[in-house]
DNA sequence: CTGATTCACGGGTACGTTAACGAATATATT
DNA sequence: AATATATTCGTTAACGTACCCGTGAATCAG
């Protein structure tokens, strides 16, 4: 540890070369008027020969502005806990920033109840925030809302599904498609001659639907472009409770005894597992998410591959784009796709989600 | 964004509960010398009640220390790229931590070469840094450097492979035992009775072969404990240019014509995948890395699964930790195993090294 | 009892930046 | 020409913390 050297940079030094005051250069460098455009450009010619880079320390500090940013996401429901990993990565987001200055103010709405959503994007707006982190469950809601976010000028990044309407800051989250089309070429390895698919649907609202369809869209794409396997099944099932599912597959399984992959669409995979489980069926499971019920059968051996996309990861980077862009203006990477995880028993254990 | 209201926290507001000055709260904060118990326990007590945690801004601004940390990695050679990657990660962590008073050193050695190992070691120890990265290939000397180092009260990180004794802050790296067992875990999904599995170990110096050695220890453990497949046959090359390979290679797939699976157990899988490749055997070939040579074998689909362990997140989070550790003695995880990643042609282009 | 030493504490400046306020000069208006 | 208005710039007090230096009082040595 050493003393610092009188280093020349910074504001100060800039001015001393220019002759002119701190102030002025401030002004420069946050282009604000008031400055002749003789000194302007002297003042910008040293920046550039110095290549100044300002100290976000100092800056943050002496900056008197707040920023409020809001985030809007899913409550934890008892149907899916997947939501609970975003929520921790804006936690840890806002614990991080919080020094800076920034103030996050978070809300949720209920996935079963399209009011909830609107109520809350009405809430949000008259709050007026700098900022907003959303997850767009119901599209045409969330157009609506974006569109109204542009109109005031509220930068906002999508995270888990984008928006068709653009215009988001950022969009971070997975590539539903290839999801599904690696989950197809995983499948490709493990099937043999013969032996059928079953894609499973597990979705209530029609909106969260979309989602599911992308995903099996790549999977089917695959297997176009690849050796086509015999016979893929396909089962959409509209209830979420335990008991419908296992009639459902139940009666899928009676008609079909020679599936040997069973490919869940979404979180709800831990569900098909019960019943795997318990009726002894032999098949392969692959499903989607590190949730703790999935994890625990994949432990027990029942669930084979979990597709997974740190959705911790989601929550965590979106407020931190946001933030980075409110108070530095850095560049931020308009669509940033979350890697694909593969999960197996084997590895989960070490898996940051 | 709003003006920030006139909150009352810092040292301001502790040291006018406690009619002292804030002088007499900064020396209790770092408990220096100097305070009566009386005063002490109150500043204390009154600290306690407003749970006041220090601006980390104000802190890193204020404080004339500089922080000099050194890192320690093989130089990026011919034969393998791959400390490119925590190289990138070191550079991102220097960009960003630069403003915060923090200067990076980088040395590197030659992983043929010991001497220049040791010499490295030497001038880093002159230069007296207030932390060390390190990335230990050669475990003896690596072992006689770091005892200097918790002599001299130096801390230091490892990344990528671990040491025997301890007392290092941090350790950053792959779990090599458990990445063979995935691997393991994976063969099984691919292979039918009565095929042959080849483990290929390719490197030229012993210490870095105790790295493989790991991951074929994994690797072999889980076929132990589950079904034993009928054969795992085993080689070990120690040239690391392409002819040799080649050579063994063909050796052994002459004696064997039913080879089905090949676990290479590092990153130079790209020079078996050539001679596979050249050679139209259909194998399924597992290796490890992100490597660009590795990543084009995937893509022409000649490797099929590649073992990844975020060789830049390595580099980044052990200077991070040190930052942190230094700057604000925070807690590190002693032991940070790095998730084990599995690619796939299908997913690679989305991975995040 | 005097001088030196130690102890407990406060004053004040610095870190690099922001921005309110106001001064000085130039230009426009009547 | 006198006044009003714009333009261009400097002074200065923050932001929250670190730490040097100085002061008065208590304690100790001789």
Redesign the pocket.
């Known amino acids: 540890m050493k003393k610092?050297v009188?280093?020349l940079?910074?504001?100060?030094e800039i001015?001393r070369r220019a002759?002119?005051?701190?102030?002025?250069v401030?002004?420069v460098?946050?282009n604000r008027?008031?400055?002749?455009?003789?000194?302007?450009e002297k003042i910008l010619g040293i920046i550039e020969e110095l290549n100044?880079?300002?100290?976000l320390?100092?800056?943050r500090?002496?900056?008197?502005?707040i920023l409020r940013l809001a985030t809007l996401i899913p409550e934890i429901s008892k149907e899916t806990s997947f939501w609970d990993a975003p929520l921790k990565g804006i936690e840890q987001a806002d614990k991080e920033i919080k020094q800076f200055g920034i103030i996050i103010d978070k809300y949720f709405y209920d996935q079963n109840k399209i009011e909830s959503f609107v109520e809350q994007t009405k809430i949000i707006l008259e709050s007026n925030p700098d900022g907003i982190l959303l997850a767009p469950s119901f599209i045409e809601e969330s157009v609506r809302f974006t569109d109204k976010c542009r109109q005031l000028n509220i930068p906002y990044v999508l995270i888990d599904s984008d928006l068709p309407n653009g215009g988001s800051l950022s969009y971070i989250g997975p590539n539903l498609y290839h999801s599904g089309y690696l989950a197809a070429h995983l499948v490709s390895y493990l099937i043999k001659n013969g032996e059928k698919i079953l894609i499973v649907n597990i979705s209530r609202e029609i909106d969260n639907h979309h989602h599911l369809l992308k995903k099996e869209e790549g999977f089917r794409a695959y297997f176009d472009k690849h050796k086509k396997p015999d016979n893929i099944l396909k089962i959409d099932i509209r209830d979420t409770d335990l008991k419908s599912i296992e009639k459902y597959l139940s009666n899928i399984f009676t008609e079909h005894n020679d599936i040997r992959i069973v490919f869940v669409t979404n979180s709800r995979v831990s569900k098909v597992a019960h019943f795997i489980d318990s009726s002894k069926k032999d098949v392969i499971l692959i499903g989607y998410d590190f949730l703790k019920e999935n994890i625990e059968y994949m432990d027990k051996g029942i669930i084979d591959f979990l597709v997974c996309q740190k959705p911790k990861q989601q929550g965590y980077r979106g407020l931190i784009s946001l933030y980075q862009h409110l108070a530095f203006s850095s560049p931020v990477e308009k669509i940033y796709f979350m890697p694909i995880d593969i999960l197996t028993k084997e590895n989960s254990a070490f898996y940051r989600n």
Chains 1, 2 share one sequence.
Do not use: C, F, M, W
């Open positions: 610092r009188n280093e940079t910074g504001v100060k001015a002759n002119v005051s701190i102030a002025t401030d002004r460098l946050h008027k008031g400055v002749s455009k003789q000194t302007k100044y880079e300002p100290n320390l100092a800056q500090l002496a900056s008197r502005k």
